[in-house]
């Protein structure tokens, strides 16, 4: 629920009116292009009330009444980002008859990987949703050019240490008994490219991430 006329960190205020998840909203007034009452604040934790003037880059923001969740199967092809400077094909152009809030997706799917996004201008939730604190668990479903081995199997179920360090899933099974080619995992882990990273390591080619 919005907050009432009470007094806020400047960061949850911003996230409240939408503009952005609260870390970023904690970055950006560090930034410098955040003004309460004209002034610049740097602060995150400056408190704010309702009746502030609050400007975030030249424009007045207010605290969001309309709280929109918008949850997209997102194709393979389109990216997501709010906007691209190479005009590639965004998941926000999926979205722009659905709402005339100003929405942003919670997390990110590669371009090549299908499957459900959630876009909101609820700022809290998207905090909650995304801080790795809070090991929020992503089903995938994997399709591999060849038959996942039992031994690669339980290579992976144990966990394996990449590039960036170690990671096991918290859940691992072959989604269908017959074809031994899809895969289905749980992680909580938010590392890029993670789930095709782990089957890459051992020589698998992901055709399908969903």
């Known amino acids: 629920q919005p907050a009432s006329a009470g007094v806020m960190p400047l960061n949850k205020y911003i996230a409240h009116c939408g503009v952005c998840a609260r870390?970023?909203?904690?970055?950006?007034?560090?930034?410098?292009?955040?003004?309460?009452?004209?002034?610049?604040?740097?602060?995150?934790?400056?408190?704010?009330?309702?009746s502030d003037i609050i400007t975030v880059k030249g424009k007045r923001v207010t605290i969001t009444k309309n709280l929109v969740y918008i949850l997209l199967n997102k194709p393979k092809d389109y990216i997501t980002t709010t906007e691209d400077p190479q005009e590639r094909k965004t998941v926000m152009e999926l979205i722009k008859t659905a709402t005339s809030e100003r929405v942003y997706p919670i997390g990110r799917l590669d371009r090549n990987t299908s499957g459900v996004l959630l876009f909101t201008n609820d700022g809290e939730l998207a905090q909650t949703l995304s801080h790795p604190k809070n090991q929020v668990k992503k089903i995938y479903e994997v399709k591999l050019d060849k038959p996942l081995t039992k031994n690669d199997f339980d290579t992976i179920r144990a966990g394996i240490t990449l590039e960036d360090g170690f990671v096991a899933p918290d859940a691992l099974g072959y989604a269908d008994p017959k074809d031994k080619t899809v895969i289905g995992i749980e992680i909580h882990s938010g590392r890029n490219r993670i789930v095709r990273r782990i089957f890459e390591h051992l020589k698998y080619d992901v055709r399908g991430l969903d």
């Open 23 to 50: 870390r970023d909203a904690a970055a950006m007034v560090k930034e410098g292009v955040i003004t309460v009452n004209g002034e610049i604040v740097t602060e995150p934790g400056y408190k704010v009330a309702e």
